[in-house]
């Protein structure tokens, strides 16, 4: 009788990284690519964040308060990509680490 359990079932010639590794790199690519995007599209000036907030939301915001939101928002897609970036440098690092110590005789 064949056994067809997915657990003991090997990839053989299947050259495709598994679905974890996908979901991973896919994770890796959306860290970078939201701050990135938020960074593009907050707009200069505090006058067109207040109004693009009223068409969203139809609520209407005063210019100080816009001008808040708009430095609060530019902090912290910068500190996200900051983290993103610091934690690839570690990444790296780590990995050439590993790498120089175990081609140690």
């Excluded at 657990?7 to 990284?17: I, L, M, S, V, Y």
């Excluded at 938020?38 to 308060?65: E, H, N, Q, R, W």
Aim: aromatic share 6%; net charge positive.
């Amino acid at each position: 009788m064949k056994n067809t359990c997915c657990q003991t079932a090997t990839r053989g010639r299947d050259h495709n990284p598994p679905p974890a590794a996908r979901w991973r790199r896919g994770r890796e690519i959306a860290e970078w690519l939201v701050p990135g995007t938020f960074l593009l599209l907050v707009p200069k000036c505090p006058v067109c964040l207040a109004a693009y907030v009223a068409l969203a939301t139809g609520i209407g915001v005063s210019l100080p308060t816009a001008a808040f939101i708009r430095i609060t928002l530019l902090i912290i897609c910068c500190t996200a990509l900051v983290v993103v970036a610091g934690l690839r440098v570690r990444r790296f690092i780590l990995q050439r680490t590993y790498t120089a110590t175990s081609r140690r005789p």
